[in-house]
């Protein structure tokens, strides 16, 4: 079965920086595109990113553009996300995600999620 | 961006009666080529990710309860939920995957009245 797990999460400064880490298994993970999504303690989701099978088509929310980079590396079946220049507003659950479907479609799949706290 | 906004951001029902909740885009997610509207419904209970419901905005997930149903097309799309079980009680979220980035509605908070 498909399992998604995060790892990375944690406390770090303001203008800090994280890694975080989703496991994949259950799948053949280089035939998927995968997305980073977020969600601020007690508010909604925000889709940030995601990353061809291939890395060669990679979408970054204009709220993480320049700050966040995503990438994968297919023989660990892993996909990552670097976040830089961290902020307060950065405080939230990040889930790894995939959809139903090897291309563009809804997200079946989530992992259980990895907190970040940006606090000082 | 697509802006998605949901309504209301709160409804309570009364269990076996019908939920309806609403979701508007700012631009039509009807892809003409394949005749498909690019809208997904997710319910998320507190401490868990959130679930996928509906896709393709009428096509229910594998495994959901057929109490759940999405209709609409282009920019309005509804979820109804049929007989308000007390398992239904969640934040429900409508999302676009049309166009980049793939915006969610702002949430309906659903409970029992």
């Known amino acids: 079965q498909v399992q998604l797990v995060e790892s990375g999460g944690g406390l770090v400064k303001p203008g800090g920086s994280l890694r975080l880490s989703c496991a994949a298994s259950?799948?053949?993970?280089?035939?998927?595109?995968m997305s980073w999504i977020r969600q601020a303690p007690g508010k909604g989701l925000e889709w940030l990113s995601y990353?061809?099978?291939?890395?060669?088509?990679?979408y970054y929310a204009d709220s993480v553009k320049g700050r966040f980079a995503i990438s994968r590396d297919n023989a660990k079946k892993s996909l990552y996300l670097q976040l830089n220049s961290l902020r307060a507003e950065d405080t939230a659950v990040y889930y790894c995600a995939r959809a139903a479907v090897p291309g563009v479609g809804a997200t079946l799949y989530w992992g259980q999620g990895a907190l970040v706290t940006v606090s000082s | 961006d697509t802006v998605m906004t949901q309504s209301p951001d709160s409804l309570a029902v009364s269990l076996g009666e019908r939920a309806t909740i609403n979701c508007k885009s700012s631009?039509?997610?009807?892809?003409?080529?394949?005749?498909?509207?690019?809208l997904a419904w997710y319910q998320q209970k507190p401490g868990q990710p959130p679930k996928l419901l509906i896709y393709w905005a009428s096509t229910r997930e594998s495994g959901v309860p057929d109490r759940f149903s999405g209709s609409g097309s282009g920019t309005d799309f509804t979820l109804t939920i049929s007989s308000l079980q007390a398992e239904d009680v969640a934040v429900y979220y409508c999302q676009q995957y049309f166009s980049t980035p793939y915006t969610f509605g702002q949430g309906t908070n659903l409970e029992i009245k």
């Open positions: 990353i061809s099978g291939s890395a060669d088509i990679i």
């Open positions: 631009q039509s997610v009807f892809y003409t080529s394949n005749n498909k509207n690019y």
């Open positions: 259950g799948f053949t993970f280089s035939d998927y595109y």
